[in-house]
């Protein structure tokens, strides 16, 4: 039983393009994330919502654009692909507890978006 | 400035022998959580193990156990008896209380090869 779900796995499609992974959870978090993992194997946040509501947004160009229906689902869409765009992207899921007593986050396999 | 850093790009340990990876980390949140993920060759993100910043004892489990020395502020990982299936990138990441534990600071990463 997947805890944390996105599609598609893998995206290939070409520069100006504009496209959309998804992302649902089904452990009843009310927090999810999404970040970029670099060719680097850098992980950095992108964006945090909370009960539907953004919480972080980390100097993410505006091309790209999160959107969360409900607390189960967040979405990624990026408009005009760029080749920088190029990485894997990851959401993931959390409970909504005070930082000290822990809690641990919940990826999803991950996309690997290829803009060429 | 680097909030967390990874000094060991990549380790080789011999199979069944014990490996530390190294984490040091800077924040002066007094409320802060510490965590360690594997991401094997397959892509996914998989927690291993936590420490709050109020934890007066090393957080263990399974095989992994923490070595946290708040006044070095460092947080290294141990694995012991080291398993083939051990190799992987290993990730240190931290929360701070004051970002309400919703962004999560990754370091650059250890690759670990484990020898048989």
Redesign the interface.
């Known amino acids: 039983d997947t805890a944390v779900s996105q599609t598609p796995k893998y995206l290939v499609t070409q520069m100006g393009n504009d496209k959309s992974i998804k992302c649902e959870q089904n452990l009843g978090h009310d927090t999810m994330y999404w970040y970029k993992q670099d060719s680097k194997k850098f992980l950095k946040i992108m964006f945090s919502y909370n009960n539907k509501e953004l919480i972080i947004n980390e100097t993410v160009p505006n091309r790209f654009s999160p959107k969360s229906p409900d607390k189960a689902h967040l979405n990624l869409h990026i408009n005009s692909l760029e080749l920088g765009d190029s990485a894997v992207y990851f959401c993931a899921s959390s409970e909504d507890r005070p930082v000290i007593n822990g809690y641990e986050q919940y990826f999803g396999p991950g996309t690997r978006l290829t803009v060429t | 400035a680097q909030k967390i850093t990874q000094t060991q790009p990549g380790m080789f340990v011999q199979e069944k022998e014990a490996v530390t990876l190294d984490c040091t980390y800077d924040t002066s949140d007094p409320?802060?959580?510490l965590?360690w993920?594997k991401?094997p060759s397959s892509?996914?993100?998989i927690?291993l193990i936590?420490?709050?910043?109020?934890d007066q004892q090393n957080a263990t489990e399974g095989r992994y156990s923490l070595n946290f020395q708040k006044a070095r502020k460092s947080a290294n990982l141990v694995i012991s008896a080291s398993q083939l299936g051990d190799s992987a990138?290993y990730?240190c990441a931290m929360?701070?209380?004051s970002?309400?534990?919703?962004?999560?600071?990754?370091g650059?990463?250890t690759r670990l090869f484990v020898k048989a």
Do not use: P
Not at chain 2, 50 to 54: D, K, V
Not at chain 2, 99 to 106: A, D, L, N, S, Y
């Open positions: 409320s802060y959580g965590f993920y991401q892509g996914e993100m927690f936590y420490q709050g910043s109020y990138m990730f929360r701070e209380g970002t309400g534990g919703f962004k999560t600071i990754f650059a990463g």
